[in-house]
């Protein structure tokens, strides 16, 4: 598969990171209808947790990883409003073509990629966002969100078809005994404070070693 894709996915990614940018601009005005981060916790995202670089020995990497199919089908949660931009890329590293199917609570960051990937390399981009996903024996899936969802999406599929299901996340701080307890916990507040603690890395516990004086 072409890194073509991926560099023009991050390149697009810089783009929405940046809030005067015309895709920044849109980007930001679009999620405040879908997502209840406030337009501040919405610049925080895009601004600073938005992936928007890798060097080509990292997407060299991926795609090597990546066990490729003729037609990759993605399938997208709401619960970060970053996260489409990831699966697209991995979903370009599986498939010539690529089907997505954003989630309808947040299919903003979904919908500028693909677009804004269309525009720039034309039919070589060879990705869609889709209402329902389709897939055939020998299609790969790559779906998104709780354990129970990605079970039911699994049992569906047609045999040949072959899934990866990228489930539900648990996040605990481990805080070791010899760090500095104010750095720890700023730290600690930025994790939980991006996305309002949606994310499943974001932390829910935090185990601090050194004893209860800490």
Known sequence: MTLERARALLAIARDVSDPAHPLGVRTRAELRSFVRLSPEGIDLALGEYLETSATEEQLTAIFDAAAPAAHAHVLLSANVCTAALRAILLGCAAG???????????????????????????????????????PAPGDVVHAYGSDGALAEVERALPAGARFHGHGTGFGVAAIAEEADLRA???????????????????????????????
Request: charge should be neutral.
């Open 96 to 134: 010539e073509r690529v089907s997505v199917r954003p989630s309808r609570r947040d299919p903003v960051l979904a919908q500028v990629l693909v677009e804004e990937l269309s525009r720039r390399l034309g039919p070589a981009a060879n990705v869609r966002v889709v209402r329902d996903l389709s």
């Open 184 to 214: 720890a916990t700023e730290a600690l507040a930025e994790d939980v404070v991006v996305f309002d603690q949606a994310g499943c890395l974001s932390s829910r516990i935090a185990v601090v070693a050194g004893g209860s004086d800490r």
